[in-house]
């Protein structure tokens, strides 16, 4: 009976989950231009909708695809190795501020990125007059944007693992002869393959699915991500048009679960596993 409850739960949490999917897929192929058509799924089954996705010229989805990849794979590398940075300096040296650095961090993520926004507009605005280069409507702006809010959070999160590396593997290589550069490229970051892979992931996917900071630094179509041109296929009442903005949310999920299943078997992967070998 145990067991009969366990697989009931386990198929109504899969339906939970598939459902929407199949729906989004099942909207994303329905030509008629409207959701209430796609209520029988799969009723009908075109590609009309893909092709009307890149045949737009005045909404180019195919730009605002390469644009997020370049932004996001950009921003998750860089998160990745910024944050870890930090945190091994926070975790293995001793230095005046060190704590202060810490509760800063901690603080910061408390307030809303949303807050910021005016900020960094007129911040970003300014710096264009002097450095056009990474100002307002350019992916380096925006990428430095996304990490400078994404370095606190996850330097604490990579900082709470590199404590959990001994510290002995750092004093036998130092007895070797090995420097801080080379204990952090060849020792600590391999063994802390797992909450890399974890932190580049989170990095990628919040920075493909935001809006709000995106819609406010770039403003031409072809500069724009996927999260801000999609919005213009359902913004307005009148002309939205859902089945085209299934589709490319569909097509936009896409490097998402690519990505996890790279990544998988180093999420999965454990600290000990990797030390052992």
Do not use: C
Request: hydrophobic fraction near 55%; charge should be neutral.
């Amino acid at each position: 009976m145990a067991l009969a409850g366990r697989y009931l739960i386990a198929v109504v949490t899969t339906v939970i989950a598939v459902f929407p999917i199949l729906y989004i897929v099942s909207a994303s192929l329905n030509p008629f231009g409207s959701l209430v058509n796609a209520n029988s799924l799969f009723a009908s089954v075109e590609l009309t909708n893909y092709i009307d996705l890149f045949s737009n010229p005045v909404q180019p989805y195919g730009a605002w695809f390469v644009n997020s990849l370049v932004i996001g794979l950009t921003t998750a590398a860089g998160t990745v190795l910024l944050g870890a940075l930090a945190a091994y300096a926070f975790s293995r040296m001793r230095f005046s501020g060190r704590r202060f650095g810490l509760t800063a961090i901690l603080l910061i993520q408390m307030f809303p990125q949303l807050l910021g926004v005016v900020a960094i507009f007129l911040l970003m605005n300014a710096i264009s007059d002097v450095f056009p280069a990474i100002g307002l409507d350019t992916q380096a702006g925006l990428i430095l944007v996304y990490l400078g809010g994404a370095l606190g959070v996850n330097t604490y999160l990579l900082y709470g693992f590199f404590n959990t590396v001994p510290t002995s593997i750092d004093e036998a290589a130092k007895l070797d002869g090995a420097g801080h550069a080379r204990i952090f490229f060849g020792i600590v970051l391999r063994l802390s393959a797992p909450i890399l892979a974890v932190v580049g992931l989170l990095s990628f996917i919040s920075t493909m699915s935001e809006f709000v900071v995106a819609s406010v630094l770039l403003t031409e179509p072809a500069h724009q991500t996927l999260a801000v041109g999609l919005f213009q296929f359902v913004s307005q009442q009148t002309s939205a048009n859902w089945p085209i903005f299934a589709a490319g949310a569909v097509l936009a999920a896409l490097p998402v679960v690519v990505l996890f299943f790279i990544l998988q078997k180093y999420i999965i992967g454990g600290l000990t596993a990797g030390a052992v070998k």
